[in-house]
């Protein structure tokens, strides 16, 4: 809201063009510097506040139902505003998401889904949302968290208000008077790491913590609830403090805020991955009176039921602004008089986290959830330095070593099937996979559909190994984003239909994976060798195929063509050409880690080489996967 300076100029400004018909341009430029743009954009458009918290799924928050932290700001907005009941993430962790935010695109569709790769993207065709609210006049301010996992830009090049030492966190002080804003506040208090070292000292009681079904209930894991309970209750308070602040600029009644989390999170098995925990968040929406025709409900206090993906908000955002809305923007617009009808589904993904690969694709509506896993042969639940400094993972994993864990505690850490299916409301923790139960068959084959179509739509980017997409593009000079978008260098449907045959496990397939073998696509090479690898002892009569497949141009096919071999038995060439990679050098050097990993007990001596080389035992965010398996076997 203008000062009373700014009220008084406009008021005087005002009788200057009732009396004469023209403004001069000093006076359009006067009081500050202001912009005419700012002060028309300031008339009759709404300041736009965003409050993301980090890490904090629907669980966590009071009005969601949460019972183990007290969240009474958010739940006062909620009282004022209105409660989203399907709110998800598309990625479920942080810079993925962020690279969905700043581009209202999905990682997937420009190669920026991998933790922290920043893939460049082609800028010229890509706009960032807060460049189109600054054309449209608004001052944009974000001090905190960027993170938008692209390379070719600094993140914090698209704001007006980037931060600095001694500034306040409210960029909205910050813009020329008058001026609309939207403002970015990330309270970073229910982060993660909230969650990690001791769990000694703390003040909630853990006994009255809920857990989720798939945590074993025991003293330190109620602790580490606890912890992060009273983590999420300081990021709680912050909320309130800047909704606090908003109202003592005399901004409140001119604003809308928004609140979300980031993803879900923050116990092991929810941030990361593609469950419910992980990817349902909270978002609470506060509209002012004066703003009412944008309500999305009758009544302020009430609950909005229809689906809001996170690559939905960049666009509605630009759409309460008025601004340009390009068509690179593939979410819905939500909110607002240029409200978009709901979309039937939610799509979510998952690849690489960290030092650990994987590939999943989820697909739901407001109930249920299918799952498809991409890298079924990798256990959800293997070892993730950053996600094992929290003191309930350790303890999990340790009490699963023991043999205590059961079908649903102890899942985690095992291989998975290639399918899942889920009904979140009757089973929000996502433990029983109803993939082949005939009653939701129906449903089932609605949800393949609808993703294989969703996939083809975005040029999803993810059907060939992290590195030989990264290899593809670079040979032809062009980005991720460009290449997958040539139907000459990324066939997709070609490689949907392999994939699925893959991964449906069905000896009938075998010759198909054969003849894959020796196609002039790697990436073909790639999904026949994991067929044949996810046929088992189906796979024997491979053999042959599987050795010529040791000197395979792509070191993702020697991979896991050496990986099948061990497992059928041929482990003499198959370790060679292991070894042989390790130590002399591979174009995939994370797959390879990860491979030698997955095959256990078989690899190890390898390891054992390698550590006792003196290679690197540290990882980028604690001890590498080597060095945890040398820890394991006290080397």
Known sequence: MPDSRCFLFSFWAALCIAGSGHVSPAMAQAENGRSETATTAGADRPNILWITSEDNGVSWVSCYGGTNANTPAIDGLAEEGFRYTHCFDNAAVCAPTRSCWITGMYGISNGTQPMRSRNPIPHDQIKYYPDLLREAGYHTSNPGKTDYNIGGREDKACWDFKGEKGKSPYGWKYRKPGQPFFAVVNIQDSHESRAHGSVDNVTKDPAKMKLYSYHPDLPV?????????????????????????????????DTIIVYNSDHGGVMARSKRFLYASGVHCPLVIRIPAKWKHL??????????DRIVSFVDMPKTWLALADADIPEQFQGTVFLGDQMEPAPKYHLGFRERADERLDNVRMIRDERYAYHKNYMPYAPAGQH?????????????????????????TGRFFRPRVSEEFYDNQTDFDNVHNLIDAPEHQAKISELKKALREKQLELRDSGLMPEKMRERRAATNGITIYEMVRDENLYPLERYLDLADLALARDPSNLETFVGGMSDSDE???????????????????????LRNGLSDES??????????????????????????MLFEGTENEPMLHNVIDWMGEPALPLVKSYVDQGKTREGRYGISIFGRIAELNGW
């Open 555 to 580: 070191h993702e096919v020697r991979m896991m063509s050496a990986w099948t071999l061990v497992e059928l038995g041929d482990s003499k060439q198959a370790l060679a050409c292991l070894e042989e």
């Open 384 to 408: 993730l330095a950053y996600l094992w400094k929290a003191p309930l993972t350790a303890a999990w994993e340790q009490h699963h070593r023991e043999g205590k864990t059961n079908e649903i």
């Open 295 to 304: 309500y999305p409900a009758a009544e302020p206090g009430t609950t909005v």
């Open 221 to 253: 894991v109620r602790k580490n609830y606890a912890k992060y309970a009273e983590a999420v209750e300081r990021m709680d308070a912050k909320v309130g403090a800047t909704i606090e602040a908003l109202k003592q600029d005399g901004l409140y009644d």
């Open 523 to 545: 990436v073909i090479r790639w999904w026949s060798a994991v067929g044949l690898h996810l046929l088992d002892q189906h796979a024997m009569p491979a053999k042959d195929v």
